[in-house]
């Protein structure tokens, strides 16, 4: 069973880097047929996709979030790891991350498999 | 890309039925058939529910059933159980590898 956990710091000051790390377990994470994403969703708003990363180190970003948002992989430690720079209150949110697969009978890399997400909190 | 519109909550009482919509635009939902539907219990993973508009993951329920005309994509919860109270969110790709949108989210309660 795939299982995915995010951790990090929950409060982050402002103009800071907000880091946090997926662990991934179940799942070899170096597989062509799974590609990992971070998606986050501020209180009382929709879920906002950041961004993913392939086994390959390749990343896409949202464009909004592209100037402050890395992404990386470390395949070794089946882990991988979102940072976002200069974070303003703006950032606040509940982060999640997410292995993107296909799905039985479709051809679409759906995020099927989520953390329990970890709260995020901008703040002074 | 905005947001696809859904309902901010529904409810219904045990056994009955309930329909959670969905709307895009020619973009996204009305383009592509890459609709997934998410349920959240509190505290939570998501769990994808519906794929491909209308197909299940093994282990769903058939009383979860998705659909969708033109711009509108729907999830309808069948028989409705105490367990399916939850948030339900949609989810589309929008045309590129960077666009995905999520639906704004819904709160399903059973009476």
């Known amino acids: 069973q795939v299982q995915l956990q995010e951790s990090g710091p929950g409060l982050v000051k402002p103009s800071e880097t907000l880091s946090l790390t997926c662990a991934v377990s179940g799942d070899p994470i170096n597989s062509a047929s799974s590609y990992w994403t971070w998606i986050r969703q501020p209180a009382g708003k929709g879920l906002e996709w950041i961004g993913r990363v392939y086994t390959s180190g390749s990343t896409n970003y949202n464009p909004s979030l592209a100037r402050r948002v890395i992404i990386s992989i470390d395949t070794s430690k089946k882990q991988f790891s979102l940072k976002v720079n200069s974070v303003t209150a703006a950032d606040t949110a509940v982060y999640y991350c997410a292995r993107e697969s296909p799905l039985r009978g479709s051809d679409y890399f759906y995020m099927d498999v989520w953390g329990k997400g970890t709260p995020v909190i901008v703040s002074s | 890309q905005s947001a696809l519109t859904q309902p901010r909550s529904v409810s219904g009482s045990l056994g009955q039925s309930v329909t959670i919509s969905c709307i895009g635009s020619s973009s996204d939902v009305g383009a592509y058939d890459y609709v997934s539907w998410y349920q959240r219990h509190p505290g939570e993973a998501p769990k994808v529910i519906i794929y491909?508009?209308?197909k299940r993951p093994s282990g769903v329920p058939n009383r979860f059933s998705g659909s969708k005309f033109g711009y509108r994509a729907s999830l309808t919860i069948s028989g409705l159980q105490a367990e399916d109270e939850a948030d339900y969110f949609c989810?589309?790709?929008?045309?590129?590898?960077?666009?995905?949108?999520f639906g704004g989210g819904t709160k399903l309660t059973v009476l």
């Open positions: 491909d508009v209308n």
């Open positions: 989810y589309s790709f929008a045309g590129s590898y960077y666009d995905v949108i």
